[in-house]
């Protein structure tokens, strides 16, 4: 069985920061891709940020050079970094990881609120 515990989320004002942690445990092995989503009422999921095993990482275009995302891959742990947080940023973010043999796992999501 593969959990993916996440913390980090809360209400926050308008050009904050918060930090969003994902930690990984249970039977989950080579793990290949671990990233952020998130889903907003009414809205897809849409990919936040993505990082490899190797580094490699990817974010959407809205967060560009507002939010930062890493892992620590002995503690099979993804961080996300997010600053200068706006009131489009309000969603409940969920931590994915890609392992195994194309395997996926989701977390229970954790809620972001950003205050105008």
């Known amino acids: 069985q593969v959990q993916l515990v996440e913390s980090g989320g809360g209400l926050v004002q308008a050009g904050g920061s918060l930090r969003l942690s994902c930690a990984a445990s249970?039977?989950?092995?080579?793990?290949?891709?671990m990233g952020w989503y998130r889903q907003a009422p009414g809205k897809q999921r849409e990919l936040v940020a993505a990082i490899t095993s190797g580094g490699i990482t990817n974010y959407a275009d809205s967060v560009k050079g507002r939010f930062t995302i890493s892992r620590d891959n002995a503690k099979n742990t993804v961080y996300l970094q997010m600053n200068s947080l706006k009131s489009e940023d309000t969603s409940v973010y969920y931590c994915?990881?890609?392992?195994?043999?194309?395997?996926?796992?989701w977390g229970q999501g954790t809620q972001v609120t950003v205050s105008s």
């Open positions: 994915h990881v890609r392992w195994g043999v194309l395997r996926n796992s």
């Open positions: 249970g039977s989950i092995t080579n793990i290949n891709v």
